[in-house]
């Protein structure tokens, strides 16, 4: 995220990144309600702000915007893990349908947490409308085509 947070420091007037607590600790579990919390703070007098997320971040933003404490102008999810979504975060479907903020996915077409085919025909099942997504060349769970990422970014930021 810290290469990612350079190459995007063009795409935004302030720049923030997000660290995990569990990061810091080498600890696999994420207490998302209080990461939901931390973040509330970090943007707390922001009026007009977005979010670019990965991973687990989707789904804790999906969560923190379907539940009213995050209120960004729009949102960019980086590789939705879709096989931890299925396995462990049943509400996910729930957020993401209250999810009202036009939001981008760009998935890589091979990722291991989740392929463009497969998270394409989950976006399709909630029948949501403000919810695109966008096919990345890569077979990983890496995010690295900052081009795409913010030519993704301007074109929302001209919505």
Known sequence: ?????????????????????????????ID???EITDAVNEVSGSRDYAIVAKSIGCVLTAKAVSERKLSPSFCVFLGLPLGL????????????????????????????????????AYIDSLGISNIKLVKAAGATHSYNDFGLISTVINDMQSI
């Open 32 to 34: 998302i309600d209080g």
């Open 1 to 29: 995220m810290h290469q990612l947070s350079l190459e995007l420091s063009g795409c935004f007037n302030n720049l923030a990144v997000h660290h995990y607590k569990h990061w810091a600790k080498d600890n696999m579990m």
């Open 85 to 120: 979504i299925n396995r462990n975060i049943s509400q996910m479907s729930m957020w993401l349908r209250a999810v009202s903020t036009n939001t981008i996915v760009i998935q890589n077409e091979e990722d291991p947490a989740g392929s463009y085919e497969a998270v394409q």
